[in-house]
């Protein structure tokens, strides 16, 4: 059975910095796609970032563009988000995903398997 355990969240000021982990075990992940989702209260969870376990190519969502990064350590099956410029608008739970997508990565329907959360919260 596969699983995903977020850590790394926390409170921090506006433009500082902030890196996830998520760590996933009970099987391999060749052809599976990882990904960030957060959900802020209120609202819809959203994506953030992907990554394919093979390959590696990599998805960001325009709105964390150019302050997000998504990167695999193969070894340690983990991956992570690291979140530079981090604005209050970036307040949300962020949650790890994992399955096999053949179609929309983008949705949280393509997903069947999930982490519990961490939050993360920016003050101004």
């Known amino acids: 059975q596969v699983q995903l355990v977020e850590s790394g969240g926390g409170l921090v000021q506006a433009g500082g910095s902030l890196r996830l982990s998520c760590a996933a075990s009970g099987r391999t992940f060749t052809n599976y796609v990882m990904a960030w989702f957060r959900q802020a209260p209120g609202k819809e969870r959203d994506f953030v970032a992907g990554?394919?376990?093979?390959?590696?190519?990599?998805y960001t969502a325009a709105s964390v563009k150019g302050r997000f990064t998504i990167s695999r350590d193969n070894a340690k099956n983990t991956v992570y988000l690291q979140m530079n410029s981090l604005k209050p608008e970036d307040t949300a739970v962020y949650y790890c995903a994992a399955d096999r997508v053949l179609s929309n990565l983008y949705a949280t329907g393509s997903y069947g398997v999930w982490g519990q959360g961490t939050q993360v919260t920016v003050s101004s």
């Open positions: 990554i394919r376990w093979t390959g590696g190519t990599t």
